[in-house]
């Protein structure tokens, strides 16, 4: 249905639009203040939404932007399977199915109620939250070492379990039954109730009471068709063609060899239709599989991140220019049951989201729209080392520790204004923070060691990547724990863009041989350099995890992507960096060819001559050309006529119709990754059997600037270029 936005009252559309993004806003505070868990009210790992009748979108809260997808897919399979007739005020259902009812893993509940207008069905509200835990063999619903989707926990299809606004006491009984923390977890259940049933319903009715509901429901469409437009208008900025990226993804969770798990994310631009398809590799017994929600889920990270700025209605009209599809059932990108997926969303999810913004990079860099362009980014590292284990506490009760905080510590991608935020976090969690130590401690059997910077973990660039966290915590108070962990972006890291390197990837590891009790005892504090010890290398994915009292966990989150060739990076901001404890010295001249002496000053003339040695080796000769900086930063190759060419110095590259990476005129330096990190002073996880990661630095043969940094695996072609229409 077209729906025209000319003659309508922008005032009231606006009042309207406002209204309803301030209840899903109530809803989500709501149900801060009614939990209990730390998950919820510190880390802000949650969603409110609110639906229209059609079911489309009306409002959102946005703290985890990846509910934007499982939110109208769980609402969807409501209606697909319900009888609408039969519903009644007070009615609820849950939902925490990755397949059948639109979740992004098992552990993430949401509870989905309609909404009622004098007896009349008007909408949906939607409440989710991710809970301490949901049973099975994975603790706070990650099962690295599941085989199927049967060992990971309970699956609710959408279940109305839910009358009169109470959760029914059999099923109450059924839930407690089968998790580790059933008092925070029903009590969480419940916060979502009252979120919907209580807040959600009674604003609604206000507000319909307030515009009246026949002009209640002419907004509603005005807004989405006001929202569907601008998105339009952005996409259609973006030239015409055909944009290709392949990536892979790792897992070694299982006995045998390690999987590098191959996934392709293709883009159409067509006028102001934007059209995904991805492909990968078959699906494994593994929990990395992903299913079609989590998915389109991450590619509206990327695109919501990356397109949907400024104020900007978010509702149904963002999705009506994009189309999203995972291509046949039974691959990692589309699995199907009994294959395992309780990872689905920030495994391979995690890596469409990556592809996508490569893709949307790819388009703009070569956008007429000075604006686009301007959005040219790295990648955010959107990966995540940690570990949910479960054990008695201090308090004689139990713990379950899931810890956020190296997912919302993870580096973000350099942009074209600046340097990449630090501890950005995962590019869905937008309303997220960090845990607070004192309630890690007050909660759990631990000891907060430290938490820092991670120094050289962002990508270099002449915008720098943003910088990864490190935590240490002791096992303090407690005989044990045990649980998995992941690790989801060790051995391939968060590429650049624009000739900007890598960011560095995560890790989890034990700490062996330390002094931590006798460095506290002696009235140290308790860093690394005091504790000493060295830390363990482990498989990436753990089905058990086992930490004693007195271990010492160190826990890592990688950096963002940065952004243009490092070379030209202001010397006096790398002099900075190193000032500020951003990065070593041997990591300042190494990546960036900056000399710093022994009082952190900057030798210009050394530098001055480092970074030309750079150059010559980077081709082989000297340069013939002068590299000057781009007018937009970021964007080394450009469209010259009928050519590909030069965004630093303007030689020709190659004929538009060629792939100017394999041209005369462009030099590769190919080498493993964990090689050319160890020469940067960087951290990546060194792979240890077939195929071999490797870093691809593309380099301009007339002025030796760095083209672009692709990573992928040995034998493997090398990435395309875009097929303009």
Known sequence: MTITTSGVDLVAAELHRKALEHLTEEMATAMVRTSGSPIVYEAK????????????????????????????????????????????????????????????????????????????????????????????????????????????????????????????????????????????????????????????????????????????????????????????????????????????????????????????????????????????????????????????????????????????????????????????????????????????????????????????????????????????????????AGAALFGGNQHGGVSVMFYTDNASGAGGAAQSIGDGLDAYGATAQTGCGIGEVETHESLDPILMLWRRVVPNSGGPGYHRGGQGLEQAWELRFSDGVAGPAFNSSAEIPARGFGGGYPGASSNHAPLDDHHAARAIAEGKAPKLEAIGGTQRRVRSAIGRMRVGRGDVEVWTSGGGGGLGDPLLRPAHRVEQDVRDGYITTRHAEAAYGVVVGPDNGCDAEATARTRAEVREARIGRAPTAEQGVPADVGIAVVQAGADWGCGYCGATLAPSAENWRTAGSVVLRETPVHERFRELDMYVKERLEEPVVNMREYFCGSCAGALTVDVGIAGSPPDTQPELA
């Open 45 to 384: 790992d949650f969603c409110t939404s609110l639906f229209d009748a059609v079911p489309e979108q009306l409002g959102f809260s946005g703290y985890v932007l990846m509910h934007l997808a499982s939110s109208l897919g769980g609402v969807r399979a409501i209606n697909d399977v319900v009888d609408m007739d039969a519903l009644r005020p007070g009615d609820a259902f849950l939902t925490n199915d990755p397949r059948f009812g639109g979740a992004m893993h098992q552990a993430d509940v949401a509870t989905i109620t309609p909404m009622f207008y004098r007896d009349e069905l008007v909408g949906w509200s939607f409440s989710n939250m991710h809970v301490l835990d949901i049973g099975g063999v994975g603790v706070s619903g990650f099962a690295p070492g599941a085989h199927d989707v049967f060992e990971e926990g309970l699956r609710f299809p959408p279940i109305k379990v839910i009358r009169n606004g109470r959760l029914d006491s059999e099923w109450e009984r059924f839930i407690a039954a089968n998790v580790r923390t059933p008092d925070p977890v029903l009590n969480d259940i419940r916060g979502m109730i009252a979120a919907n049933t209580g807040v959600a319903a009674e604003r609604l009715t206000a507000i319909i009471d307030e515009f009246g509901l026949d002009t209640f429901r002419e907004l509603n469409l005005v807004n989405k068709a006001l929202s569907e437009k601008v998105m339009r208008q952005r996409v259609a900025r973006m030239p015409d063609g055909v944009y290709r990226v392949t990536d892979w993804h790792e897992f070694d969770g299982h006995e045998g060899p390690d999987h590098l798990l191959e996934v392709t994310g293709t883009m159409t631009v067509s006028g102001s239709d934007l059209r995904f398809d991805f492909t990968g590799a078959p699906q494994v017994g593994a929990f990395v599989n992903s299913a079609p929600a989590a998915m389109e889920a991450n590619i509206m990270d990327a695109v919501m991140t990356m397109m949907v700025y400024g104020d900007f209605p978010v509702n149904a009209g963002l999705w009506r220019p994009v189309t999203i599809s995972v291509g046949e059932p039974g691959t990692v990108v589309n699995s199907i049951d009994p294959a395992p997926c309780s990872n689905a969303h920030a495994e391979i999810g995690t890596r469409a989201c990556k592809i996508t913004r490569a893709l949307l990079a790819q388009a703009f860099s070569l956008s007429d729209d000075r604006e686009l362009r301007g959005r040219v980014a790295g990648q955010n590292h959107d990966g995540f």
